[in-house]
């Protein structure tokens, strides 16, 4: 069983950047493709973006694509999750999560809901402010 903490949240002006990290531990991370989920307060989490075991694919939701960047250091076993031009309603708790297999199941076609994923983290606040 894989164990994830996250860290690199914070406060932020809009426009700012903030690069986050998830840590594995007790396994080897290559074996998991790996997501990150964001819940805003009063909503439900969200899928915000995946990677592939071997980091050469990776899906974004539409509200983050072209501003958020997700990477993998399967060396390091660490995921990463770089976040520009940061938005007010980015404001959420963000938590990695990893589940064993591949991040697509056809072609374009990506695991993105929460119930993929059996790993999680505890999360890292972002806060965006206007």
């Known amino acids: 069983q894989v164990q994830l903490v996250e860290s690199g949240g914070g406060l932020v002006q809009a426009g700012g950047s903030l690069r986050l990290s998830c840590a594995a531990s007790?396994?080897?991370?290559?074996?998991?493709?790996m997501g990150w989920f964001r819940q805003a307060p009063g909503k439900e989490r969200e899928f915000v973006g995946g990677i592939s075991r071997n980091g050469g694919v990776t899906a974004y939701a539409d509200s983050v694509k072209g501003r958020f960047t997700i990477s993998r250091d399967n060396a390091k076993n660490t995921v990463y999750l770089q976040m520009n031009s940061l938005k007010p309603e980015d404001t959420a708790v963000y938590s990695c999560?990893?589940?064993?297999?591949?991040?697509?199941?056809?072609?374009?076609?990506?695991?993105?809901?929460?119930?993929?994923?059996?790993?999680w983290g505890q999360g890292t606040q972002v806060t965006v402010s206007s």
């Open positions: 999560a990893a589940r064993i297999g591949t991040l697509t199941y056809s072609d374009n076609r990506y695991y993105t809901s929460t119930r993929d994923y059996a790993y």
């Open positions: 007790g396994r080897t991370l290559r074996t998991y493709a």
